[in-house]
């Protein structure tokens, strides 16, 4: 009876890293073509205007930070996984693919609450991945929660000076900049605070 559960057990955990890296493997394939696209129709991208160049370039790198990061150190010296995480790769491939797609059908620019919503569920994504693939499984609620906002606010931090100097400094956003960048740090923070408590139950569970 214990051997047919054992075996059952890694089945399904066998089907769950399979679907998470073709899910990881599809998304990047999507983002990537994206960005092709955005290359050569930069019209029918909708991110002209909106930092395409450092866009680009920036989105291709978070992509492929934890591949690189893997192939480079984690697969040899890593101790935190067995095998590569493809489930914190979807995590951290999700925000880029999102936000290119949400720009592409011109979310951002029509649905009032849509940017407001992207900061928030993006960095949840973006921080669940991060501590999924580099934060330690043993780490108490409190310091789970304390990493993710540490994280999820850098990040929000850098993201806002990024998107100061590539574009809004120069647009007609530039009036409201202020109170638009605090409340986008506030929510970014935010959705990183939830995706690490949510990310410690997950783990205390498993």
């Not at 909708?46 to 930070?65: C, D, E, H, Q």
Request: no cysteine.
């Amino acid at each position: 009876m214990t051997t047919m559960v054992a075996t059952t057990t890694k089945a399904g955990t066998a089907v769950r890293a399979d679907w998470t890296k073709y899910a990881a493997l599809l998304a990047k394939a999507a983002l990537f073509a994206l960005l092709l696209t955005a290359l050569i129709w930069p019209d029918l991208s909708g991110i002209k205007g909106k930092a395409s160049t450092a866009r680009l370039v920036v989105y291709p790198i978070g992509a492929l930070v934890l591949p690189l990061w893997w192939f480079a150190y984690g697969r040899a010296k890593g101790k935190l996984h067995k095998a590569f995480p493809w489930h914190a790769d979807l995590l951290l491939t999700l925000p880029w693919l999102i936000d290119l797609v949400g720009n592409r059908l011109n979310l951002f620019d029509t649905i009032t609450w849509w940017d407001d919503a992207m900061h928030f569920s993006l960095w949840a994504l973006l921080t669940a991945g991060a501590l999924t693939a580099f934060a330690p499984r043993d780490l108490s609620r409190a310091l789970t929660a304390f990493v993710a906002l540490g994280f999820g606010a850098t990040a929000a931090v850098i993201w806002e000076l990024g998107e100061y100097v590539a574009f809004v400094r120069h647009s007609t956003e530039l009036q409201t900049a202020y109170t638009d960048t605090l409340g986008d740090l506030t929510l970014g923070s935010l959705g990183a605070l939830l995706a690490g408590l949510i990310l410690y139950q997950v783990r205390r569970t498993n």
